[in-house]
């Protein structure tokens, strides 16, 4: 009797996703968690991902808006009007549907769909105040900080008076060429029925949207600051989920399975290096390539490098050596439980795959926010920072074997890892839905 009063008083969670894929593949994870869990789910977001939405037992609700890759932060506010309005007929329909329930939204910061409500858009029928709401962050803080610089330089954070006062300067810069962006948003939010002028920081509002803001790492991985907005709650990396029963895994992959069962001290076996360029910023010339040339000659080395996309292939002139290994399109998961090292691009979701498997990096990317993923990331000791989009060969084979041979890059991992475990990611996100339940 007492499950059942409980199961009926669970609030109904509205999830909206900006519609790419490093904003949408940890709330799917929390989907399927949170039905599991007895909760109801409405998901918006695009088309790419209704298949795995569906599957996670959440209903779909379809987001028209095509992502882009052009000047990022005014992509974000494009997508707002169509993000808008499919949430607002979602709440309404939710509110048809369960007349009396509690909604509670579960919002990705970036998806933006609920900005206009802050500045006086009129609220959904059936609602006399906006739900409450939960805002899921996929990557760094960036909110403004005495102790941090902006995004962009990827500088480590302050440690003394006079680095702060360089910090506030730069925050100053940058927020006073923020008017013309604070226009564009103006202008989209009017048409939407906000009544408010946009005055404020745009970074600094999105990492404030709702009750709390949820960031999927340990705190660890992120600058100290202390001026932490006390909203903000890090609730460690979601856990790894199983691997797909039906994946199907290369011919060579017994080689992979018959090295990891070797003794770790033996000399025959292997040390195994993952490298990817990732999914969005794909130039298979700025960090794959030249780490596949960089490694061809290492014997004492098994080097797995995936595509990013079904069907990819590398460049017919391109050479690979024996030791190398290639794939269009994999599961991480799969590869990093046997690798010894990543070597990514530091694109978010990549890095907390590598975080969550306690595998050292060596990270290169300077693209949207990966210069400032990288910087904490070396920071923290868990990886090694080569500050360009386009390393070296000699630089990438000289971190790989600096990761490898020295023990406190491993160390650092595993710490890291079992700190983020003991968070308890998916539990800490039930417990904060229902500290809000009415």
Excluded at 222 to 246: A, H, Q
Excluded at 315 to 335: C, E, I, K, T
Aim: charged content about 20%; overall charge negative.
């Amino acid at each position: 009797m007492g499950d059942a009063a409980t199961q009926k008083a669970k609030p109904i969670i509205v999830a909206v996703a900006y519609p790419a894929f490093g904003h949408n593949s940890g709330m799917i994870h929390i989907s399927s968690h949170l039905v599991k869990r007895g909760f109801k789910v409405y998901f918006v977001s695009g088309s790419d991902f209704e298949g795995p939405i569906k599957e996670s037992g959440a209903e779909y609700i379809e987001n028209t808006f095509n992502f882009v890759t052009a000047e990022w932060l005014e992509v974000f506010l494009k997508s707002t009007p169509t993000g808008f309005s499919l949430l607002k007929a979602t709440l309404e329909k939710v509110r048809d549907e369960n007349p009396g329930r509690q909604v509670i939204i579960f919002h990705e910061a970036m998806a933006s769909s609920v900005l206009p409500y802050y500045y006086g858009a009129p609220l959904p029928k059936g609602y006399d105040q906006l739900p409450k709401m939960i805002n899921f962050h996929t990557t760094i803080n960036f909110e403004q900080s005495r102790d941090v610089f902006p995004i962009g330089p990827a500088l480590p954070p302050a440690s003394s008076d006079k680095e702060r006062v360089i910090v506030k300067e730069m925050w100053d810069a940058l927020i006073s060429k923020s008017t013309a962006l604070n226009d564009y948003a103006n202008n989209i939010y009017k048409t939407l029925g906000a009544t408010k002028d946009v005055t404020d920081f745009y970074f600094d509002r999105l990492m404030n949207i709702g009750e709390v803001t949820l960031l999927p790492y340990s705190p660890s991985l992120e600058f100290p600051r202390s001026d932490l907005n006390p909203k903000i709650n890090f609730i460690g990396t979601l856990p790894v989920k199983p691997i797909r029963p039906d994946l199907v895994y290369p011919l060579w992959w017994a080689e992979i399975e018959a090295n990891a069962r070797l003794p770790v001290a033996s000399t025959d076996r292997k040390k195994v290096v993952f490298v990817t360029q990732g999914t969005v910023t794909v130039d298979y010339t700025d960090l794959l390539i030249p780490t596949l040339h960089a490694l061809a000659s290492s014997s004492d080395l098994i080097v797995i490098a995936t595509l990013g996309s079904r069907g990819k292939t590398l460049p017919d002139d391109v050479q690979v050596g024996a030791n190398v290994r290639v794939l269009d399109y994999f599961s991480y998961d799969a590869v990093l439980q046997k690798a010894d090292v990543f070597v990514s691009n530091a694109g978010f979701g990549s890095y907390l795959h590598g975080v969550v498997h306690g595998v050292p990096m060596v990270l290169a990317g300077t693209k949207l926010d990966k210069a400032d993923v990288s910087a904490r990331a070396e920071y923290c000791g868990i990886a090694i920072d080569l500050k360009t989009q386009k390393p070296t060969q000699e630089a990438l084979a000289e971190a790989v074997d600096k990761v490898l041979r020295e023990p406190k890059y491993k160390l650092r991992s595993t710490e890291i890892k079992k700190e983020n475990e003991a968070l308890d990611a998916l539990g800490t996100i039930e417990k904060i839905i229902l500290s809000y339940a009415e």
